[in-house]
């Protein structure tokens, strides 16, 4: 079985800039979840995808944005990009129900110089 | 949410048994407990999660308190690639989302 895939592995941008990550959960795995780790840092949770639907969302500010698209797989976007959103971004993915674990890639490494 | 209190850090000898300690006691009636781990610059690992029952897998065994309160995971042999921070989460009955604390940090030696 396939894990959770995420791509590019590393990104480098210029701040104020616009980044693209992609996610693609297992398969038959409806939900989609995205989290920040900074440097240090703990994990963030970002955002929560399911059934194409934003059903949650962090304590993020609103240029961080995301959408689910009709195969499951999910992008995130963050525009104006700042020194501190050099991270860690993670993607989980799980079936829809509350009992199921969620399963993370290895995530892409985002450096804003 | 409940709020889960982990140990810093912990060593265990190699071939030994890995107890880690995490105690919940807010935790709801319908709020299960996971585990994960992390190895450095890697995605966090699923391990095990439970609602009352112990539960065991290929992994670990997770042993939950009759009150619910407090819960040990239990890696029986640790070899050195067990060596990882170890999260213990309650997950929120709404919202499916884990929130990660700050974690153990298992060390395990030869």
């Known amino acids: 079985e396939a894990g959770v895939t995420q791509s590019p592995t590393h990104l480098i941008k210029t701040r104020g800039q616009q980044a693209t990550l992609r996610c693609s959960p297992i398969?038959?795995?409806?939900?989609v979840y995205w989290y920040q780790q900074a440097l240090g840092l703990g994990l963030q949770f970002l955002l929560w995808?399911?059934?194409?639907?934003?059903?949650n969302r962090g304590n993020f500010p609103p240029r961080f944005s995301g959408r689910q698209f009709p195969n499951y797989s999910s992008e995130l976007n963050v525009n104006a990009l700042e020194l501190e959103d050099s991270a860690l971004y993670l993607c989980?993915?799980?079936?829809?129900?509350?009992?199921?674990?969620?399963?993370f890639g290895n995530g892409t490494r985002l450096t804003v110089t | 949410d409940a709020k889960t209190t982990q140990p810093t850090s912990m060593d265990c000898a190699e071939g030994r048994a890995a107890n880690l300690p995490c105690n919940h006691s807010?935790?709801?009636?319908?709020?299960?407990v996971y585990w994960y781990r992390q190895i450095h610059s890697q995605g966090p690992q699923y391990i095990i999660h439970?609602?009352?029952n112990n539960e065991t897998n290929e992994m670990a065994s997770l042993i939950i308190t009759e009150d619910r309160k407090s819960s040990t995971l239990i890696l029986p042999h640790a070899t050195l690639r067990d060596t990882a921070v170890y999260y213990c989460?309650?997950?929120?009955?709404?919202?499916?989302?884990?929130?990660f604390g700050k974690g153990t940090s298992l060390l395990v030696t030869p």
């Open positions: 989980a993915s799980s079936f829809g129900q509350r009992s199921s674990p969620l399963h």
């Open positions: 398969s038959g795995h409806t939900s």
């Open positions: 995808y399911d059934e194409g639907e934003e059903r």
């Open positions: 807010t935790i709801s009636g319908n709020e299960y």
């Open positions: 439970g609602l009352k």
């Open positions: 989460i309650v997950r929120p009955s709404a919202g499916y989302a884990l929130n």
